[in-house]
């Protein structure tokens, strides 16, 4: 999580640059790289591909491929675990009988 924030704070700060013109190079002392130059060249396209480009690795960091379902505060499925997602029949399967367990739970207690 730590890095996709920090690679979207870098993207943000290369946008500034390439629309400004500035280049960072020049300051620390270092040859500029063709890349800057081209993105300096074309910057409506260079902005694009950086904000397409990061945005489609911050996304891979920070997903996890979860997908869990909760009935009543309590996990009923988890993706992570069981390493697929449940097909609808199965889904509502396991919520029924979740849902008749808590109901006969309730109507044993009332009658006592």
Not at 14 to 28: D, E, M, Q, T
Not at 48 to 59: D, H, S, Y
Not at 81 to 107: C, Q, Y
Request: hydrophobic share 45%; charged share 15%; aromatic share 12%.
């Amino acid at each position: 999580m730590e890095i996709a924030q920090a690679l979207g704070m870098t993207k943000i700060l290369i946008i500034i640059l390439v629309i400004s013109g500035i280049n960072p190079f020049i300051y620390i002392n270092t040859p500029t790289p063709a890349i800057w130059s081209w993105l300096i060249t074309n910057k409506v396209y260079g902005c694009m591909l950086v904000f397409f480009i990061t945005g489609m690795v911050e996304t891979n960091l920070i997903s996890t491929g979860a997908f869990e379902i909760y009935l009543n505060n309590e996990q009923v499925w988890s993706k992570i675990s069981s390493g697929r997602i449940p097909d609808p029949g199965e889904l509502f399967n396991i919520i029924d009988s979740r849902r008749n367990s808590v109901f006969g739970a309730e109507k044993y207690l009332e009658g006592l």
